[in-house]
């Protein structure tokens, strides 16, 4: 059984093997094919956090092949306290052929991959966001064709989609560079798993963001505070100012530089608006391909290949 907990689950040539099929399904879509590969087959969404691409991307992708999806909040599932969660994965389980998790604890990822019979999606958590970073690669691919080589500088904290990122970045041959303040780095712990499932993979560390852009290829930036970061906000407003992402900062970078947002953005903090709003942002196709590349997350998690197969 394939899950996708985490990319470190995820060998290169299945990375590859999901781009191919995001990218071949896309091109389909592109011209109004919707071939129906998922006839029958259910995905089940469980939330713990709000969410607009996470949701959309699989209720989307799932329509678009034939199947259909169910959304349950962790409230609704029982996971409050009104069952074990173990009992909880087995039934959900036993209805879906996968479940997408959005949640606040990786733990609670982990018990789904224990108990539920059917493959577990990791939707995002606190340790990672793989979707994210499986689409950020897919759509760097595009605008760049060959990864290997290139320069994908983070400016903001080093949070679950900077981690997914990075690891992403070494699997593929990218360059990784992480422009944070102090105390907000990759923590040592996720570096020493990276290192050691890895090896010989190291990401920079550059404190100055104007020192840190002057070679990317991508510059990435992401909220300031997450959700469940609600208390910290003021905090973080004070110690990322310098890290913002401005035209400014933009003009430090080589001029074919594009600019990358995870999304929701806080427009006037971690990025403004002549920057997200700018012929360089790419941030709006890459939201759109978290819709793609869900899809061949789908089939690839079934062994399911759809060249050749029929649009009817």
């Known amino acids: 059984m394939r899950h996708l907990d985490s990319l470190f689950r995820l060998q290169l040539n299945e990375i590859e093997e999901i781009f191919r099929i995001s990218a071949d399904l896309k091109s389909r879509w592109n011209q109004g094919s919707r071939p129906r590969l998922l006839d029958g087959r259910v995905v089940t969404l469980l939330f713990e956090k709000p969410s607009l691409r996470t949701r959309l991307s699989f209720e989307t992708a799932i329509a678009h092949l034939g199947g259909s999806s169910l959304f349950l909040s962790c409230a609704e599932a029982g996971l409050t306290g009104r069952e074990k969660i173990s009992d909880v994965a087995r039934v959900i389980g036993g209805y879906s052929d996968w479940i997408v998790m959005r949640v606040f604890s990786h733990r609670l990822v982990d018990d789904f991959v224990a108990y539920a019979e059917c493959p577990i999606i990791n939707g995002l958590s606190d340790q990672g966001h793989p979707c994210q970073a499986l689409t950020d690669l897919f759509t760097m691919q595009e605008e760049f064709d060959d990864l290997k080589g290139r320069t994908l500088v983070f400016v903001g904290d080093g949070n679950n989609v900077a981690r997914s990122l990075a690891v992403a970045c070494a699997q593929l041959g990218v360059n990784f560079v992480l422009s944070a303040p102090v105390g907000y780095e990759l923590p040592q712990k996720f570096l020493d798993t990276l290192q050691r499932k890895l090896g010989g993979v190291k990401p920079q560390l550059v404190r100055d963001p104007a020192e840190a852009v002057k070679q990317a290829d991508v510059i990435y930036t992401d909220v300031w505070a997450s959700m469940g970061q609600e208390a910290e906000q003021e905090k973080r407003k004070q110690v990322f100012a310098p890290y913002q992402v401005n035209a400014k900062l933009m003009s430090l970078a ?8 995870c999304l929701p953005a806080k427009r006037g903090m971690e990025v ?30 079934l062994g399911t290949d759809p060249v050749g197969a029929s649009d009817e």
């Open 272 to 301: 403004t608006d002549d920057v997200i709003d700018s012929p360089a942002s790419i941030c709006f196709p890459q939201a759109e391909n978290r819709m793609h590349v869900s899809k061949g997350i789908l089939l690839w998690m």
């Open 254 to 261: 080589p001029a074919h530089a594009k600019f990358m947002h």
